[in-house]
């Protein structure tokens, strides 16, 4: 390397130490024009103010058809008492699944909430049916003590493959209680008021890790079946561990970069070896500079 490209790496690389970071729901000059194209400002002024949103035709509803196939079908594989009901671990099992995972708008909504080089968190399947009990109030950052940080770790979409509506279980939601930045307590849990997140058919309703909610039973004949896709800002430990599809020549051959990068492969975490003499540098100075966008 000449002298000039030698100072100017260096200053690259002091730049990116020193680079500003975002705040919480702040926008970067970069995704703006994404987030204009979307038409997603509402979701985003939504998602920072009430702690969740709903995200308008994210596809087409025929994809929905054929993910709604795809976990059915994972889910009579599902060893137990879940068997029929859930299935987990979906990434990189079927095309639709990686597909939904990417969708331009879930991809740039979860930019702006649990910021650049996010991970892929959980993804999982479940079949709700008729006299299926509700599920009690909770914020989903449900192994991080209080008070979470201001900035969002982990952003869930609920992907109804037939819609959601409040008598099929909704989702129901506590709107604005991110806020509190804490765990409801047990006083809290015994008579929630909560809101029905009702969706159609091809929009997903999407919440942030702080914010408190619940789901109703079922009280109709059929099935609600929805891929709950949770990402996690990038230097938090995923629940579902997808190694095993990096060391996969052929898939990471075929997978899209945006996929790549949820699964990890831009990490510096765990590249030192007894003989490299420390951490990829490169990768380091990368992540670096995208913990703060
Ligand atoms: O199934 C639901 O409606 C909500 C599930 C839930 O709480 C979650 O995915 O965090």
Request: with cysteine; net charge negative.
């Amino acid at each position: 390397m000449g002298k000039a490209a030698k100072e100017n790496a260096v200053e690259n690389r002091i730049e990116r130490y020193s680079q500003r970071t975002l705040g919480p729901y702040e926008v970067s000059e970069a995704l703006k024009p994404t987030i204009e194209r979307l038409n997603l400002w509402t979701n985003v002024n939504e998602l920072r103010d009430q702690g969740y949103t709903i995200v308008q035709d994210v596809c087409e509803p025929e994809l929905m058809d054929e993910l709604r196939d795809v976990i059915h079908a994972f889910a009579e594989q599902t060893d137990g008492p879940a068997k029929g009901y859930a299935a987990a671990m979906l990434l990189g099992r079927h095309p639709v699944v990686d597909k939904v995972a990417t969708l331009p708008k879930i991809l740039a909504l979860t930019e702006v909430s649990v910021g650049k080089g996010m991970r892929a968190g959980q993804f999982i399947g479940s079949i709700k049916r008729e006299g299926m009990p509700a599920l009690g109030l909770h914020a989903d950052q449900n192994w991080m003590p209080a008070p979470f940080p201001e900035h969002n770790l982990l952003l869930t979409y609920c992907i109804p493959c037939e819609g959601m509506t409040a008598e099929g279980g909704a989702t129901t939601i506590v709107p604005g209680s991110q806020n509190l930045r804490r765990h409801p307590t047990s006083e809290e849990l015994e008579d929630p008021v909560t809101i029905p997140i009702e969706v159609e058919k091809g929009s997903v309703a999407v919440w942030d890790g702080s914010v408190w909610h619940a789901s109703g039973a079922r009280t109709i004949p059929g099935t609600r079946t929805v891929l709950h896709a949770t990402y996690q800002r990038l230097y938090t430990q995923p629940i579902d561990n997808y190694d095993y599809l990096l060391n996969d020549k052929k898939y990471v051959e075929n997978a899209s970069p945006e996929l790549l990068s949820l699964l990890g492969t831009d990490l510096f975490y765990g590249t030192a070896t007894p003989t490299s003499g420390g951490t990829n540098m490169d990768k380091f100075i990368k992540i670096a500079s995208m913990s703060k966008e």
